[in-house]
């Protein structure tokens, strides 16, 4: 998984808990690397798995909200590091109908070990898109939280998303 | 306070150390990905630098146009192997570099193209390069450009230079253009071409070639094969499959000896020299083809197995040729027999098998009276006569004999008789008969005669010329006695010949000289009183001394020398009459015309000129012929004589009672006088049925108008018995001898003088 989901993930809880909290828990998360994340590495799926239960454990919030709010807390970080790949989009749906064929074409140039998400338009209209979504590592809480934050920054107050379990992946319907 | 203010250290140092192995950890990753970044973009460069490469062997030049700036870039690999060269350029300025002929095409391609009508560009057109290709057109320049010719292609410009040089292929080099649009827009317009273009100018000079050479092979006229080593046919033209009647799809692959005899040719000088030519002929054909086979050796290139080139040249025709040729050489044009050649080596070859049991006999065949046939009916009537007469000979000769044309009118036959003796040989008597059969020239009916000299061996040694030579006396002995008739040669005739041949050519000579004299035998009225004279031809040869007219007449006639003779004759007789006259105006000079003047429709005025010239009127002359002219097969003096009497020649009819003496011609013919030959004198003179017909024949042509002359008057009595029979004039040596004209003159000139005396 790449290191950046790890940097982002520390920094939201320092900003949103504490440094302390951070700090806790990757100590108390024993990894060979001590936390010392690099946005530029790759790490076991695993260790996110862990700092996202520590962080549970620790604050008393369930996995998938703590999982929500970090895919929202990610939009923005997005926004601020890759703007160039929001230029031209009017709305969240015109940024989702190109997660596949533009955004992850990008990622994969930077990052080619990346193992990104699969997110197929099944359907688009002017106020809606559907979207299934098929990822190895089944986060649909982190999808929904970036598209979430997404209509948030995009200024979608009508916003809802609505997600359908499908036979090995999620359809999401959203809405603006 | 400071347990958490030590704690808050404490978690300060470990972030701190946190983020100092992160960053460590960073720099690792991104120090691997510049690495690794490197290695990319040189395998990247590498495979660039092979690509140009590619395209550098390939004299291939990239081109990509974008539909933004509607510019090309070109990136070309300058031959030299120098860098890359990048220009610019607009379509507009391609289009005027484009050939006028192959520019509309290329127009329309460019927009079907960019209209997603085709898959792809691919177009081959004739493009004339910039004068400098090494300056190069930049970006702003090209855009320069675009904007002056604008991006329409159709639009009507001025005149592109490069137009005047449409007609001189040398200006323009041809170019191979390919590409595929590679970027489209939303609306599917395309955004971006890119492809290839390529200086094929070389290949497809080359290709030219090869198709030419490909042609010229195709449509040799001689038949031609590329066999490989084998010897399987690899390639047939046209005219191969013709020539042995097969197809294309027959002959491949199959060995050339099926349809050609091989020979045993030397193949050692075919491995020296590379070719060779031979003759051999087709196999499986009927009939049978003689070819002229040239066979060369060559290799596609040097490492390739060897092929052969053959052509075969079809010699019937040239054998045909050469046969036609040889026959030529050896026939006589006109009549296909033999020449005078062929004879020569074919009777050397029979001579040489003559032995006294089996004797070779030679013939000598000579036309009677072809001259004639020739003046009055033409070269062409007297070819077809020789044809004729050709081809009956032809018809009877016996097998393992031969006929050939000696030359003119002249034939020789060979031919082992059956019997010994000449005498018992029926083949002369065939040939004289076959002869004399009629034949038909220009509507008319005439008969020739031959005169025949034959002559045999059974000596293997003689001369072929010997032999001809003593055939060829044998003929001018039967010439000389008469024509029409057979003579066997006896020793002494070459003699004879030989003594002829000289006094011939001794003859000829007088006539050109006017060194025939002419005698003047006197005539006789029935008072005694001279009234004319016949004029008799006298040669006095330098070498044989005097020469009887017996002799020389018919050598004149035989050969040629007519003509002139005759002339002297009119000429001679015009200036007799016109002396004597002189003397006594009713003196006439009568003359002997041959049988062939009486043919000759000009004889009339030929004698009028002769008369005035000699200022003698026509009854001056009388004109003798004999009964020969009728005989003449198929002739018709009878017009000649009417036009003659008409001016007021006398005709007389000489030797009257000789020959044939047929009654008819008395009747018939426009007759002034009829001289009775002596012979009839002298028999009337002893046998009275002799004398009762003499009597009958003059009481009859006195009846029909015509009056008597008689010859040969040597008796009293014979004068007597004529007198009897009232004879109007008499001719002999009881009266006269014949004299030189001058002598004849005076014995005039005495009767005038006496008559004048008497008065």
Not at chain 2, 639 to 662: C, E, P, Q, V
Request: proline letters at 4%; glycine letters at 6%.
């Amino acid at each position: 998984m790449l290191g950046m989901i790890f940097t982002e993930l520390v920094e939201m809880v320092e900003e949103r808990f504490s440094p302390a909290l951070a700090d806790d828990i990757l100590a108390e998360a024993g990894l060979d690397h001590g936390g010392a994340y690099t946005a530029v590495g790759y790490y076991p799926f695993e260790e996110l798995q862990t700092l996202v239960g520590l962080l549970a454990a620790r604050t008393g919030i369930a996995v998938p909200d703590l999982i929500e709010a970090f895919g929202q807390y990610l939009f923005l970080s997005f926004t601020r590091s890759h703007s160039t790949l929001l230029a031209g989009k009017t709305t969240l749906l015109d940024l989702l109908e190109t997660l596949d064929g533009d955004i992850h074409k990008e990622v994969y140039k930077l990052y080619p070990e990346a193992r990104l998400p699969e997110f197929r338009v099944i359907s688009r209209t002017e106020q809606q898109i559907e979207l299934e979504y098929r990822s190895p590592h089944n986060l649909q809480p982190l999808a929904l939280g970036l598209i979430k934050g997404g209509g948030a920054w995009f200024g979608h107050p009508q916003l809802t998303v609505e997600s359908v379990p499908l036979q090995g992946s999620t359809l999401f319907r959203v809405q603006i | 306070m400071n347990t958490s203010l030590d704690a808050e250290i404490l978690r300060l140092e470990r972030r701190l150390e946190r983020e100092r192995t992160a960053r460590k950890a960073a720099e690792l990753v991104l120090s691997e990905k510049s690495a690794e970044l490197y290695q990319a973009l040189e395998l990247g460069r590498n495979d660039r630098r092979r690509l140009e490469l590619a395209l550098w062997a390939g004299n291939e030049s990239i081109w990509d146009w974008n539909a933004r700036e509607q510019i090309y870039e070109l990136i070309s690999f300058p031959p030299n192997g120098s860098q890359m060269t990048r220009s610019w350029g607009a379509f507009a300025q391609v289009t005027r570099r484009i050939h006028p002929n192959d520019r509309q095409q290329f127009k329309l391609r460019w927009q079907l193209f960019l209209s997603g009508n085709l898959d792809s560009f691919d177009l081959t057109l004739r493009y004339q390069s910039p004068a400098d290709p090494e300056q190069l057109q930049s970006l702003e320049q090209a855009l320069a450009g675009r904007d002056k010719y604008g991006s329409d292609l159709y639009a009507e410009h001025s005149a592109c230079p490069c137009d005047q040089d449409a007609t001189n292929p040398a200006k323009w080099n041809w170019i191979h253009w390919r590409g595929r649009i590679v970027e489209y827009s939303e609306d599917n317009t395309p955004l971006r071409a890119v492809g290839t273009v390529k200086d094929i100018t070389h290949y497809r000079s080359t290709q030219e070639s090869y198709l030419l050479m490909a042609s010229a092979f195709a449509n040799s006229r001689e038949a031609m094969v590329i066999t490989d080593q084998h010897g399987l046919i690899k390639e047939a033209n046209c005219s191969f499959l013709e020539l042995f009647n097969t197809s294309e799809e027959a002959v491949i692959r199959v060995p050339l000896n099926r349809y050609i005899e091989s020979t045993d040719n030397p193949r050692r000088s075919l491995d020296e020299t590379g070719s060779i030519t031979y003759e051999t002929s087709s196999c499986g054909l009927q009939p049978e083809i003689p070819l002229e086979v040239s066979r060369n050796h060559f290799q596609h290139d040097n490492n390739s197995q060897h092929f052969s080139i053959i052509t075969l040249r079809n010699l019937t025709e040239r054998q045909r040729a050469d046969r036609a040729l040889q026959h030529m050489a050896r026939h006589d044009g006109l009549t296909n027999l033999p020449n005078r050649g062929a004879l020569h080596e074919e009777l050397e070859k029979m001579l040489a098998q003559a032995h006294a049991e089996r004797p070779l006999a030679l013939m000598f065949v000579d036309l009677d009276g072809f001259k004639a046939v020739n003046d009055e009916f033409g070269h062409i009537a007297a070819d077809l006569l020789l044809v004729t007469q050709a081809r009956r000979m032809l018809a009877i000769i016996p097998e393992q004999g031969l006929v050939a044309r000696w030359g003119g009118d002249e034939f020789v036959f060979c031919w082992w008789p059956p019997q010994g003796d000449l005498n018992q040989c029926r083949l002369p008597n065939m040939v004289l008969k076959a002869i004399r059969e009629p034949m038909s020239l220009n509507t008319a009916s005439i008969r020739l005669s031959a005169s025949i000299g034959v002559v045999a061996t059974t000596d293997p040694g003689t001369e072929a010329t010997e032999l001809i030579r003593q055939a060829d006396a044998a003929m001018y002995e039967a010439k000389a006695l008469g024509r029409n008739r057979i003579q066997i040669y006896c020793d002494g005739m070459s003699k004879a010949a030989s003594h002829r041949a000289s006094l011939l050519s001794e003859l000829g000579h007088a006539i050109d000289q006017d060194q025939i004299s002419f005698y003047v035998q006197p005539k006789f009225d029935a008072g005694q009183r001279i009234c004319g004279g016949e004029m008799l031809a006298r040669w006095t040869s330098a070498s044989a001394g005097f020469v009887s007219p017996a002799e020389f007449i018919p050598m004149i006639e035989q050969n040629g020398l007519s003509a002139a003779f005759a002339e002297a004759v009119m000429r001679s007789g015009c200036r007799f009459a016109s002396e004597a006259r002189q003397l006594d105006p009713d003196i006439h000079i009568a003359i002997n015309l041959s049988g062939w003047q009486m043919l000759d429709n000009s004889l009339p005025e030929k004698l009028l000129a002769h008369c005035q010239q000699a200022n003698v009127p026509c009854q001056a002359l009388e004109l003798e012929i004999t009964e020969s002219v009728f005989l003449q097969p198929d002739s018709n003096p009878l017009g000649i004589m009417n036009r003659l009497r008409k001016h007021g020649f006398r005709i007389a009819i000489d030797d009257f009672g000789t020959g044939y003496s047929s009654l008819s011609y008395l009747r018939d013919m426009p007759l002034d006088t009829v001289k009775i030959d002596r012979s009839f004198v002298i028999d009337a003179d002893a046998n009275e049925r002799a004398r009762k017909i003499l009597s009958a024949i003059i009481q009859m042509s006195h009846d029909l108008g015509m009056k008597i002359v008689a010859e040969g008057v040597e008796t009293p009595d014979q004068l007597q018995l004529l007198q009897q029979l009232q004879v109007e004039t008499y001719q002999g040596f009881l009266f006269a001898r014949p004299v030189p004209f001058e002598d004849f003159l005076q014995l005039v000139r005495d009767q005038a003088n006496a008559a004048s005396v008497d008065h």
